[in-house]
Structure formats: structure tokens, C-alpha cells
């Protein structure tokens, strides 16, 4: 990652590992979350995938037994060869608010959490 990258992100990433669904151009591919931060989410490239950058999108992602916890339309911001980098663009307050405790419980800094939640709603 080069420093400009670095310093242009605002919001931790953390690992994490649940299934997801990415809508896109009338289809759905299934597929796993590998981090996520308030601001993103970064997902392993499903097979077939064939949408090109800055598509708007979808992202479901399930937090427990297959019911949706964390909605977000995003947009399609870098394509890897086994991964997809998306931007959050619009995400309702249920969304929000599991993200927020999600990314809490894995940050363990409270200050740090509230100042990146205020880059988010800033």
C-alpha cells in the first residue's frame, strides 16, 4: 500500500469472515466478506463476476443464520483478480448500527470508533 493510499483512508478495516450476497445488473452472486470498515467493505471475487468499476451495487451481508444484517448499496471501487473493493454509498440506520457495534467490538478503542463514526455521518 503506498502512503498516499494510506493517509487517504479515514476508517480501520477488520478482518472479518461472514457470507454475503452482491447484487449487481439484475443478478446475484454469493460470496464471503473478507474485512469491512464504516466506510467499506472488501469481498472475495465470486465466480462469473463480470461488472465493471464504479457499478452501483448492492451488498447483503449475514450476520447470523442466513437473516440479513448489514445492507448496503455501494459502489464498485477496485476489481482484483480474487478480490472486489466497494465504497459504501447509502446504508439505513438498522445497517448502521449493526456495522457500528460490529466494528466496535473489533476495534477496542471507543474514541478512535466515535471518530471514525463521525467522518461517516460528517
Given amino acids: 500500500m503506498s502512503a498516499k493510499t494510506s493517509e487517504k483512508r479515514q476508517f480501520h478495516r477488520i478482518s472479518f469472515d ?14 464471503e466478506v473478507l474485512d469491512i470498515s464504516l466506510k467499506g467493505v472488501l469481498v472475495k471475487r465470486p465466480e462469473g463476476w463480470d461488472v465493471p468499476l464504479s457499478q452501483p451495487c448492492e451488498v447483503i451481508i449475514h450476520l447470523d443464520e442466513g437473516q440479513a444484517g448489514i445492507v448496503m448499496a455501494v459502489e464498485l471501487k477496485h476489481i482484483e483478480a480474487r478480490r472486489l473493493g466497494f465504497k459504501c454509498e447509502y446504508i ?19 474514541v478512535l470508533l466515535e471518530r471514525e463514526f463521525a467522518h461517516l455521518i460528517g
Fill in 18 to 31: 461472514a457470507p454475503c450476497e452482491l447484487h449487481a445488473l439484475e443478478r446475484v452472486w454469493i460470496t
Fill in 92 to 110: 439505513d440506520l438498522d445497517s448502521a448500527a449493526h456495522l457500528k457495534r460490529l466494528v466496535e467490538l473489533n476495534l477496542g478503542d471507543q
